[in-house]
């Protein structure tokens, strides 16, 4: 069955890095775009960044543009999220997902706490 497992998740100081890892199993990852959101506390899920199946193109919202890079690893069927620069409102859970056809999601990880805070 389809797994999406999250990693990397932590404290983190404000303008430091983080970098998540989303390791993908049960189904061909290099065939599908992945997507990480973001849940803040007492706010709604959030989308903050997307990757085609062959990492060709990216995308980010605009929160987050200029800061955070998602990349992956088709060998090794993880995705990353490099976060730089981080703020404290950048505290949230963070999910991986897989993407079925061109943006509708068909499985979440199980999520990583990020918290940015000194």
């Known amino acids: 069955q389809v797994q999406l497992v999250e990693s990397g998740g932590g404290l983190a100081q404000p303008g430091g890095p983080l970098r998540l890892s989303c390791a993908a199993s049960?189904?061909?990852?290099?065939?599908?775009?992945m997507s990480w959101a973001r849940q803040a506390p007492g706010k709604g899920l959030e989308w903050v960044s997307g990757?085609?199946?062959?990492?060709?193109?990216?995308y980010y919202a605009d929160s987050v543009k200029g800061r955070f890079t998602i990349s992956r690893d088709n060998a090794k069927n993880t995705v990353y999220l490099q976060m730089n620069s981080l703020k404290p409102e950048d505290t949230a859970l963070y999910y991986c997902?897989?993407?079925?056809?061109?943006?509708?999601?068909?499985?979440w990880g199980q999520g990583t706490q990020v918290t940015v805070s000194s």
């Open positions: 997902a897989k993407i079925e056809g061109t943006i509708a999601v068909d499985y």
């Open positions: 049960g189904f061909t990852f290099s065939s599908y775009a």
């Open positions: 990757i085609y199946s062959d990492g060709s193109d990216t």
